[in-house]
């Protein structure tokens, strides 16, 4: 009686085990049996827009920058300044030989005098022609004579006057000074040099206002009208942005680029440094809706076509969908066609993708779309 109590809890317990056996292994059949999907990220395309995004990159201008150069020719002997280095009105920046100017300058002194002398005999002969002819000795046509004579003198002791102060000024020529306060920023000429009259020597940018010079091609110029406001950041410094206004818009292209100069008047900031790389950002109106995406959502179907990865709510599953590219940017793109609001377009790993391929998405853009719709499955966690 006793060895039948004890079995039936042994039958019980071998029982129970089996059971738990079972249990596990078609646990681990199920474990084994599910599919590993690959993660991926994806970004909902939000409502298309009507501007079209600029951007170029400039150059930091003064507003006011000439080339300084002589106005008489002749061999350069010292020049006084560096790129760099600030100047203000009177400051010599470089120097000519003067020797034939001041030859010059000596041979005009002494032709006034020579006139002048001519002009002192000239009078004393009219006065005395004049005297006589009060005196009825002389005729009146010697007195006209006398005045003739006196006209002449007195013009050519006039000209060698404009002579002397032309070979004066030619010899103070001789030495390049700037006329306003401002920043050199190139040398065009040095000591040596045998330069012609008005050759760039020294250029000097002005203080004051700055402005910031970029290309724009000629089929985006229409977007570009004086006034205009744009935004203006700078490469040197990411924390320095501002809002700037085209100040000026050329009148034909440049013969080589075939661009058209554009310049951006800056506001005064102490921060802001000639020859900077400027970055303008401005927005142009469209005819065409443009849908924004971040540069890792494009890649190339098998014809080099762009491309990009869509993700179907309803299963998880990715499809390949060609659009058209209409700008670029530093960080995203504009799509033109191929492409509606609400679409779920994978940003990383696109590599991995492949037709109808079921996916597993990190973001959390899938899952509040299948809370938004009701009897919807949840596909991120298939």
């Not at 600030?86 to 005009?108: E, F, I, N, W």
């Not at 190139?186 to 910031?212: C, F, L, M, N, R």
């Amino acid at each position: 009686m006793f060895a039948r109590r004890v079995r039936i809890p042994l039958i019980a317990l071998s029982l129970v085990a089996s059971l738990g056996l079972t249990a596990c292994t078609e646990g681990e059949a199920e474990t084994v049996q599910q599919p590993n999907l690959r993660p991926v990220k994806v970004v909902e395309v939000q409502a298309p827009t009507t501007a079209r995004e600029l951007r170029y990159s400039g150059t930091v201008k003064a507003r006011s920058e000439a080339a300084a150069g002589f106005r008489v020719s002749g061999k350069i002997i010292e020049r006084r300044v560096d790129v760099g280095d600030r100047v203000v009105p009177g400051d010599l920046l470089a120097r000519l030989d003067v020797t034939d100017y001041q030859l010059q300058l000596r041979s005009a002194e002494a032709s006034l005098a020579a006139a002048e002398r001519q002009l002192e005999t000239a009078e004393f002969a009219l006065k005395r022609a004049d005297a006589l002819y009060r005196q009825q000795v002389t005729t009146k046509a010697q007195l006209e004579q006398a005045q003739l004579t006196y006209n002449q003198a007195l013009a050519t002791r006039d000209s060698q006057r404009s002579s002397l102060e032309q070979a004066r000024n030619q010899v103070a020529y001789g030495e390049l000074k700037a006329d306003k306060p401002g920043i050199v920023t190139a040398i065009s000429a040095d000591a040596g040099q045998v330069v012609a009259a008005g050759s760039p020597v020294v250029t000097v940018a002005a203080d004051g206002e700055k402005e910031a010079l970029i290309a724009v091609p000629e089929n985006e110029i229409f977007a570009f009208a004086p006034g205009k406001e744009v935004d203006v950041g700078f490469w040197s410094n990411d924390g320095l942005n501002m809002k700037g206004s085209v100040r000026e818009v050329a009148g034909s292209a440049d013969a080589t680029s075939r661009t058209f100069a554009v310049r951006i008047a800056l506001p005064d900031n102490p921060q802001i440094l000639l020859g900077m790389t400027a970055r303008v950002t401005a927005l142009a109106p469209s005819d065409k809706s443009l849908f924004e995406l971040p540069l890792s959502a494009l890649t190339q179907d098998a014809a080099k076509q762009p491309t990009v990865w869509t993700v179907d709510r309803t299963d998880a599953t990715v499809h390949a969908r060609p659009v058209t590219i209409d700008t670029f940017s530093d960080t995203g793109v504009q799509v033109s066609a191929g492409l509606e609001p609400g679409d779920l377009v994978v940003v990383a790993g696109t590599q991995f993708m492949a037709e109808d391929m079921q996916v597993r998405v990190a973001d959390e853009n899938l899952s509040r779309a299948a809370e938004a719709e009701p009897g919807t499955p949840d596909a991120a966690t298939p």
